[in-house]
């Protein structure tokens, strides 16, 4: 079975630029989320997905958002790049919003100049 | 607030050996833990889960221990091994408050192994 899939895998974007990052969940999970890893640190909640609806927010600037289609894969945009914004960006599925682990993909390479 | 630390940054052991990766939680709402192990370019890999109403669970070369009276958490991998060097975190939910997808990730170790 295919495991969680990112696209692109890596990404070059200038400051000010928006970007759209996207996410193939595991066949058969409803639930997926987005999370932010800078450079030596543990990665950080971004939003959960479930059956299309947004189920949290981390703490992030409404620059980021996301969403979640039919078949269940999902977009994360950011608008206004900032330097800041330069880190690995993972999406994670997972059969059901809790109660079940969350399944990682290899995730996106976000550098901005 | 909600943390989740590490105790030792780096872990260096040799093949063979046992290797005990400890975690610390503050969130004493937490009641779901997780061990994750990030290679390099890659995205974290499931190892084990554990439930608050446990202490210990076993899987296949790895122990997860909980201490909740503490709040501590520890991985254990027996006979280590190359292909276990990477970086490991642990991740903390609170299931009862519905935050299934919201984990809140430690700094990480990183586990190096000596031939």
């Known amino acids: 079975d295919a495991g969680v899939t990112q696209s692109p895998t890596h990404l070059i974007k200038t400051r000010g630029q928006q970007v759209t990052l996207r996410c193939s969940p595991i066949?058969?999970?409803?639930?997926v989320s987005w999370y932010q890893q800078v450079l030596g640190q543990g990665p950080q909640f971004i939003f959960q997905?479930?059956?299309?609806?947004?189920?949290g927010r981390g703490n992030f600037p409404d620059r980021f958002s996301a969403r979640q289609f039919p078949n269940y894969s999902s977009e994360l945009n950011v608008n206004a790049l900032l330097l800041g914004d330069s880190a690995l960006y993972l999406c994670a599925s997972s059969w059901t919003a809790s109660n079940s682990p969350l399944h990682f993909g290899n995730g996106t390479r976000l550098t901005v100049t | 607030g909600e943390s989740v630390g590490l105790h030792l940054p780096t872990l260096s052991v040799q093949e063979g050996d046992n290797s005990i990766i400890n975690c610390a939680y503050s969130?004493?709402?937490?009641?779901?833990f997780i061990w994750y192990k990030q290679e390099s370019g890659k995205g974290p890999q499931f190892i084990i889960d554990i439930r608050s109403n446990m202490d210990k669970r076993q899987g296949q070369r790895v122990t997860v221990l909980l201490n909740k009276t503490v709040k501590h958490l520890s991985l254990q991998i027996a006979a280590t091994q190359p292909g276990d060097s990477a970086v490991y975190f642990c991740?903390?939910?609170?299931?009862?408050?519905?935050?299934?997808?919201?984990?809140?990730f430690g700094q990480g170790t990183e586990l190096s192994v000596k031939p």
């Open positions: 991740a903390e939910n609170s299931l009862i408050y519905n935050q299934g997808g919201k984990l809140i």
């Open positions: 969130n004493s709402a937490s009641d779901y």
């Open positions: 997905y479930y059956e299309k609806e947004e189920r």
């Open positions: 066949s058969g999970h409803k639930s």
